[in-house]
């Protein structure tokens, strides 16, 4: 127990560490986009595909004869994705939307509904290093390399939308969010359908933050990064 604590605890500080830096990462914010970030996100993708989708199968069986739908969680990881993409065009009509006089508080309400989503987000994720399925030393670091990856996509993203906003006040709190939720999982303890529901929006919450940042033209994303990137970690973690 005293083992599982620190291992989880010292992955919270690693995420938190990613978030907190990722920003000095100059080279990520080239055109054409870095290598790194389509390989990273590849590695993301797959981790979800491959790993947290048949984990949500094994959660949904917690649903069965409870009254509630049949395919439950897929539902929320359908609900996450969409939340998602809903606060991603916000933040782009934010930018158009409004007359020059009144963009600053309109980009204003949407970074900050932005932030708040994104901590939730991120505190889901810190609260899963301490209730996940399998609590192996070599899951968690599947898990950890998984999400560092995709934390360095988040704040491109971020960053990009909001610039100086988020380097002063935003990478601060989502870097505060994942060690909350770690020290959320160290006192509150789902239930089951919990967890499960916490894995779904989790999942489509990784799916839609990844692809929104690969699909753009003007991105000009490089796809056998990404697909390096999802076969390499796909024969890991399916061989490990």
Same mark, same amino acid.
């Given at each position: 127990?005293?083992?599982?604590?620190?291992?989880?605890?010292? /992955? =919270?500080?690693?995420?938190?560490?990613? !978030?907190?830096? =990722?920003?000095?990462?100059?080279?990520?914010?080239?055109? $054409?986009?870095?290598?790194?970030?389509?390989?990273?996100?590849?590695?993301?993708?797959? *981790?979800?595909?491959?790993?947290?989708?048949? +984990?949500? +199968?094994?959660?949904?069986?917690?649903?069965?004869?409870?009254?509630?739908?049949?395919?439950?969680?897929?539902?929320?990881?359908?609900?996450?994705?969409?939340?998602?993409?809903? @606060? +991603?065009?916000?933040?782009?009509?934010?930018?158009?939307?409004?007359?020059?006089?009144? &963009?600053?508080?309109?980009?204003?309400?949407?970074?900050?509904?932005?932030?708040?989503?994104?901590?939730?987000?991120?505190?889901?994720? /810190?609260?899963? @290093?301490?209730?996940?399925? +399998?609590?192996?030393?070599?899951?968690?670091?599947? *898990?950890? @390399?998984?999400?560092?990856? !995709?934390?360095?996509?988040?704040?491109?993203?971020? !960053?990009? !939308?909001? &610039?100086?906003?988020?380097?002063? #006040?935003?990478?601060?709190?989502?870097?505060?969010?994942?060690?909350?939720?770690? #020290? =959320? /999982?160290?006192?509150?303890?789902? $239930? $089951?359908?919990?967890?499960?529901?916490?894995?779904?929006?989790?999942?489509?919450?990784?799916?839609?933050?990844?692809?929104?940042?690969?699909?753009?033209?003007?991105?000009?994303?490089?796809?056998? =990064?990404?697909?390096?990137?999802?076969?390499?970690?796909?024969?890991?973690?399916?061989?490990?």
């Amino acid at each position: 127990m005293e083992r599982e604590f620190w291992l989880t605890f010292s /992955g =919270a500080i690693v995420l938190a560490l990613v !978030h907190l830096f =990722a920003g000095k990462l100059r080279f990520i914010s080239m055109i $054409p986009r870095s290598k790194w970030l389509s390989f990273g996100g590849g590695i993301s993708v797959a *981790y979800v595909f491959i790993h947290v989708m048949p +984990e949500l +199968e094994e959660w949904q069986l917690h649903y069965e004869g409870k009254g509630f739908l049949q395919h439950h969680l897929y539902l929320l990881s359908l609900a996450g994705l969409t939340i998602f993409y809903g @606060l +991603e065009r916000a933040a782009k009509l934010s930018k158009v939307s409004a007359r020059q006089d009144d &963009q600053r508080e309109v980009s204003g309400r949407v970074f900050y509904i932005h932030l708040v989503s994104f901590s939730l987000y991120n505190a889901l994720i /810190g609260y899963l @290093l301490v209730h996940r399925n +399998e609590h192996t030393l070599k899951q968690l670091i599947f *898990y950890l @390399l998984a999400m560092a990856f !995709h934390f360095v996509i988040n704040d491109f993203g971020l !960053h990009d !939308h909001y &610039q100086k906003r988020y380097r002063r #006040v935003g990478r601060y709190i989502l870097t505060l969010s994942i060690i909350a939720g770690w #020290v =959320a /999982g160290q006192w509150v303890n789902l $239930p $089951p359908l919990g967890i499960g529901a916490v894995f779904g929006v989790v999942s489509g919450g990784v799916i839609l933050n990844t692809l929104k940042e690969e699909l753009p033209e003007e991105r000009r994303s490089n796809f056998l =990064a990404f697909m390096a990137g999802c076969v390499l970690y796909s024969a890991v973690l399916l061989l490990a």
